[in-house]
């Protein structure tokens, strides 16, 4: 396992980590993606350790909580060997003080999280999503008040836009608070927005990339094809409406270059949408999920090999898309291509 610093901090991570989403699934939502109990996540950490992955990614709104006990008891007695990322910020109730980022709901989220995890400190907490009632100096100073009592160690976002995570940035610049070390974002071959801002930015700031579906919120499992129904069994039946939109014809093209690129290295189709991601650049790790053993396995083969250059070109033509403005014009109008080079 090749092991990344997290953006410009010093924790290294494995280039592929694991999403506890499918641990304690319940709801429409997070009963799709899996159910599994202790015993089967402990299983999975084990193979997860095996094969050098030891980051285990969850959240506080992840099944109410279940994710994060069950991931709790499956890595029980070895909490020195794992990192823990979990998220807060998206409602846990309906009360005013259930959701947000203010200084007493993280407070109460963080020792809530700590107690469901069965331990003492988290490596990486994220806020799940922006606060805009909430003063950013209130959210930074806190987080530094939690990571000065040890309850935290890294501190990072997910789901940001760019100008909230630049002004935080300078707010934690201007004030000496702790600078975000993450970003877990969508980035996918059927959904690359992130590069049109948030990896620029990523690049100039320091941020590392936790990317969270990386097959297209399962899309890119290769069972979907031009002309042929949805799979029966296909969780996309459920689930499509609470993830990120793609047009049929942009997948398909995009699966058309995956088939062509799947003969060519003996790979899935899975493991070269998670390698291509690998070479991207600010991609600190890729979050891969499983609902059973067998995924996990698949899903590891992903790494210790990596696709050619003209692989890449094949994927790259394939999955791209017209920037929206102001950026198209920087990718296609040569005046602004030379004052501002893309990142990719």
Same mark, same amino acid.
């Given at each position: 396992?090749?092991?990344?610093?997290? @953006?410009?901090?010093?924790?290294?991570?494995?280039?592929? *980590?694991?999403?506890?989403?499918?641990?304690?699934?319940?709801?429409?939502?997070?009963?799709?993606?899996? +159910?599994?109990?202790?015993?089967?996540?402990?299983?999975?950490?084990?193979?997860?350790?095996?094969?050098?992955?030891?980051?285990?990614?969850?959240?506080?709104?992840?099944?109410? @909580?279940?994710?994060?006990?069950?991931?709790?008891?499956?890595?029980?007695?070895?909490?020195?060997?794992?990192?823990?990322?979990?998220?807060?910020?998206?409602?846990?109730?309906?009360?005013?003080?259930?959701?947000?980022?203010?200084? *007493?709901?993280?407070?109460? *989220?963080?020792?809530?999280?700590?107690?469901?995890?069965?331990? !003492?400190?988290?490596?990486?907490?994220?806020?799940?999503?922006?606060?805009?009632?909430?003063?950013?100096?209130?959210?930074?100073?806190?987080?530094?008040?939690?990571?000065?009592?040890?309850?935290?160690?890294?501190?990072?976002?997910?789901?940001?836009?760019?100008?909230?995570?630049?002004?935080?940035?300078?707010?934690? !610049?201007?004030?000496?608070?702790?600078?975000?070390?993450?970003?877990?974002?969508?980035?996918?071959?059927?959904?690359? !927005?992130?590069?049109?801002?948030?990896?620029?930015? @990523?690049?100039?700031?320091?941020?590392?990339?936790?990317?969270?579906?990386?097959?297209?919120?399962?899309?890119?499992?290769?069972?979907?094809?031009?002309?042929?129904?949805?799979?029966?069994?296909?969780?996309?039946?459920?689930?499509?409406?609470?993830?990120?939109?793609?047009?049929?014809?942009?997948?398909?093209?995009?699966?058309?270059?995956?088939?062509?690129?799947?003969?060519?290295?003996?790979?899935?189709?899975?493991?070269?949408?998670?390698?291509?991601?690998?070479?991207?650049?600010?991609?600190?790790?890729?979050?891969?999920?499983?609902?059973?053993?067998?995924?996990?396995?698949? +899903?590891?083969?992903?790494?210790?090999?990596?696709?050619?250059?003209?692989?890449?070109?094949?994927?790259?033509?394939?999955?791209?898309?017209?920037?929206?403005?102001?950026?198209?014009?920087?990718?296609?109008?040569?005046?602004?291509?030379?004052? +501002?080079?893309?990142?990719?």
């Amino acid at each position: 396992m090749d092991y990344r610093r997290l @953006g410009a901090s010093g924790l290294k991570v494995p280039a592929l *980590s694991f999403g506890a989403g499918t641990f304690g699934g319940s709801g429409p939502l997070f009963g799709a993606w899996g +159910n599994s109990d202790a015993q089967e996540a402990r299983r999975l950490v084990d193979i997860c350790l095996e094969a050098g992955v030891n980051l285990f990614d969850t959240a506080d709104v992840y099944s109410n @909580g279940a994710s994060e006990e069950v991931l709790g008891e499956a890595i029980k007695g070895r909490r020195d060997a794992v990192l823990i990322s979990t998220k807060t910020s998206l409602p846990m109730g309906d009360g005013p003080a259930d959701y947000g980022s203010s200084r *007493s709901r993280l407070i109460k *989220s963080v020792d809530a999280a700590l107690k469901r995890l069965g331990t !003492d400190y988290i490596d990486l907490l994220q806020l799940h999503a922006f606060d805009a009632g909430t003063p950013i100096e209130e959210v930074l100073s806190t987080l530094d008040d939690l990571i000065r009592a040890g309850k935290l160690r890294y501190v990072g976002v997910s789901n940001f836009s760019g100008w909230q995570v630049m002004k935080s940035l300078a707010e934690a !610049d201007k004030h000496g608070y702790p600078r975000y070390a993450a970003h877990q974002v969508y980035y996918s071959l059927v959904g690359r !927005d992130y590069e049109w801002e948030l990896m620029p930015l @990523g690049l100039d700031q320091g941020v590392g990339a936790l990317v969270w579906s990386p097959l297209g919120w399962g899309r890119l499992t290769g069972k979907i094809r031009r002309g042929q129904p949805l799979p029966e069994k296909s969780r996309l039946h459920d689930t499509a409406s609470f993830g990120p939109p793609v047009e049929d014809e942009h997948l398909y093209r995009v699966m058309d270059a995956l088939d062509v690129v799947a003969q060519e290295t003996g790979k899935t189709v899975p493991q070269i949408a998670i390698n291509w991601l690998l070479q991207r650049p600010t991609v600190s790790s890729v979050i891969i999920g499983a609902r059973n053993e067998e995924q996990l396995r698949q +899903n590891l083969g992903a790494v210790g090999w990596s696709l050619t250059p003209d692989q890449v070109k094949k994927l790259d033509a394939a999955s791209e898309v017209t920037a929206p403005y102001p950026y198209f014009p920087y990718r296609r109008q040569e005046g602004f291509a030379r004052l +501002n080079p893309p990142a990719v």
